[in-house]
Every structure is written in C-alpha cells, then in structure tokens.
C-alpha cells in the first residue's frame, strides 16, 4: 500500500573523465572515453557527500543516444531532480544501424555478440568511481530495442538494478529466462496501436507482448494478488485526445516494490509524450529504491 500512494501521489502531482565544458540546462555534460565513451550529465547540485541516483536511457533500435534525449527530454530534469544520467550509443552493424544486443529476441541480428550487458554494468561502475552514486538508486529507462535491454539487466543485474521503465519494450519469450536475484520495480509503457501490443515476431522469433510482459514481471517478483485498475487516467500523449491512458498495479508484491502498466489507447510506437510525462517517469523511479541490505 505504501508503493501505490507513493507513486500516485507522483504521478498525479506531476500532471496537476575529462569535463566536455558545455553547458545544458546548467548541468555539466563529462565525458569518459574509451573503446565506447560515453557522457554522464551532473546536475549543478551534485555533492559528493549526498549519493546521488543514476538514471541510464538506452535508445530505440537505428537511433543514437542523442535521439533517445532529444525524444524523453530527461536532462533538465537530471537538473531539477538531483540526479546523474547517461544516454550511451549503441553499437552500429554493418549497415550503420545503432542497436542494443537486449535478448535473444532483439535485436544483435547480424549475430555479432555485442556484450552489451557488461557495457552498460561497465558505465555504472565507471560512474560510481568517479562520483558518489547512491547503490540504492540505479535506474535504467529503455524505448523499443533498449527496452528489451533495461529487462534483461532488470533480470540478470536485480542486485544492483532498483527499478526499470520500458516503453514498447518486450522481455525474453520465455518467462522462466528471467531469474533476478531479488525483485525490481518495473513501469511499462506501450501504446495500443503499437503494432507489438499483442505480441508479434521479431525476424521469425516471437515476442511477448504488452500484457504477457507486465503480467511475466508480476509472476517474476513473486507478487501474490491481482491486477488493480486505478480509477484516474494519465493524458500523456499530445496526438492522442483526451486521458488516454489506464493505470495498472499488480497486487501483493515485496516490499518497496511495485509492477505498474500504463496502457496507452491510441499511441503508437513511439508516443509524443507529454512534459508531464517525464516527471511523472522520474517520479515513479525516485519513488522506488531498492531496499537496502544489512
């Protein structure tokens, strides 16, 4: 019961290395180089006595980090909220095409075995070196290809995860492929007219869809109860008229852990959110921690 007033009083108070020297929204934009280099953006407020969370967003498939910033918006919020954020690139095929190596599902189609899995654990460490990183409050938001990597870190990296947000972005076909070593928040995203809402194949291998995915994550965590529908809807999506979208909570999950699902009528693939819907994500991942361990 804590987890749900916690996150509906968010969301609806929401809707009511080397220093680069530039300048975004105040915050500073620092790169760390290497084989993949990366940029982490800390808020002016950073202090290094005070860990601050860190939010990782990884890219929808044949689109760089940039996009994926240009597209959620995330870095005044980095400033507002307090906390450190990185868009990291994906690795390019042959074709130029950006891509996350998520599941086997998608999307490494040209078999090349990018790890991605220990680039982006990588970045957090590199991170966390450098800067006073609260462990409690690692947060990874996925679109699409880079959903399908924030739930297979979710499932492999529970330990160090707190919670995801994934929008349009499937999990392994097979349920039993998900084995976290403790449970994770999980906010999911998917509008109705995605073609993928109800599942679909993937160069012949099929994908989960919306429900399957939310309902997977619930079974995962061991949540005991039932599917609760709030009774307020969210207006997210500028093209779409109207609250369009339905909030659900799975019930009886662990302590300090929620599973909700934001069904998006009418939205695509690629919904044009909203700037309440930014914070309200935001507020969804501050509001869950991970529980700290003695």
Not at 9 to 24: C, N, Q, Y
Not at 48 to 69: D, F, H, K, M, R
Not at 173 to 188: D, F, I
Request: one cysteine or more.
């Amino acid at each position: 019961m804590k987890s749900r007033s916690l996150i509906l009083v968010a969301i609806m108070g929401s809707l009511m290395l080397s220093v680069a020297g530039s300048e975004i929204s105040s915050a500073t934009s620092v790169s760390f180089n290497g084989i993949r280099p990366f940029n982490v953006v800390v808020p002016v407020s950073y202090n290094p006595a005070t860990p601050a969370p860190l939010v990782i967003a990884l890219t929808g498939y044949n689109q760089s980090g940039a996009q994926v910033e240009k597209y959620l918006h995330l870095t005044p919020l980095a400033e507002a909220n307090g906390f450190l954020y990185v868009y990291p690139d994906g690795t390019k095929d042959s074709h130029g095409v950006h891509f996350w190596n998520g599941t086997p599902e998608c999307c490494d189609f040209q078999s090349q075995k990018v790890d991605d899995d220990s680039y982006i654990m990588a970045i957090i460490d590199q991170i966390s070196l450098q800067y006073s990183v609260d462990p409690n409050r690692i947060y990874i938001i996925g679109h699409s290809n880079g959903g399908f990597l924030a739930n297979a870190l979710a499932c492999r990296h529970a330990d160090r995860i707190a919670a995801i947000v994934t929008i349009a972005g499937a999990s392994y076909t097979r349920v039993a492929a998900c084995k976290p070593s403790s449970p994770v928040s999980v906010l999911e995203i998917w509008g109705t007219s995605d073609e993928t809402f109800v599942g679909n194949h993937i160069r012949g291998k099929p994908i989960p869809g919306a429900i399957t995915t939310f309902k997977n994550w619930g079974t995962i965590n061991g949540c005991t109860g039932s599917t609760m529908i709030l009774p307020d809807k969210l207006d997210l999506d500028t093209k779409v008229p109207g609250a369009e979208t339905t909030v659900s909570e799975i019930q009886g999950c662990p302590a300090q852990t929620a599973i909700f699902f934001w069904r998006m009528a009418g939205a695509g693939h690629s919904p044009t959110f909203s700037k309440a819907f930014d914070q309200a994500m935001i507020d969804f991942l501050l509001a869950h921690p991970k529980t700290p361990t003695n």
